[in-house]
């Protein structure tokens, strides 16, 4: 199993940037499904977006062309950069993994496929 370690949160203003991080430590998976997800208070949880070892992104609606998801193999970091960042980004931030590269991408499922989390990263956005 791989260990999840995000950082990167914090608080900014409506407009602002933040790049969030996930460290992957433990194993490296040669071949893998990473994603981004959140989940405010009362929320359900909801995939952002979805990266595999073969460079295949996808991303939710919510965030397609304000969010880019990226990873550095040499790091064993994913990054999620967040641009124009909206009050309703607000949410604690999480990534995950599996060690495949078939079937990734963002949908209602894509959670439920991912076995490796980690405990998060709180995102706050001022209006």
């Known amino acids: 199993r791989v260990k999840l370690v995000e950082s990167g949160g914090g608080s900014v203003q409506a407009g602002g940037s933040l790049r969030l991080s996930c460290l992957a430590s433990?194993?490296?998976?040669?071949?893998?499904?990473m994603g981004w997800f959140r989940q405010a208070p009362g929320n359900e949880r909801e995939p952002l977006a979805a990266?595999?070892?073969?460079?295949?992104?996808t991303y939710a609606d919510s965030v397609r062309g304000r969010f880019t998801i990226s990873r550095d193999d040499a790091k064993n970091t994913l990054y999620l950069q967040m641009g124009s960042l909206k009050p309703e980004d607000t949410a604690m931030y999480f990534c995950?993994?599996?060690?495949?590269?078939?079937?990734?991408?963002?949908?209602?499922?894509?959670?439920?496929?991912?076995?490796?989390w980690g405990q998060g990263t709180q995102v706050t956005v001022s209006s």
């Open positions: 990266l595999n070892s073969r460079g295949y992104t």
């Open positions: 433990g194993y490296t998976y040669t071949d893998y499904c």
């Open positions: 995950a993994a599996d060690k495949r590269f078939l079937g990734c991408y963002v949908d209602d499922s894509l959670a439920g496929t991912l076995d490796d």
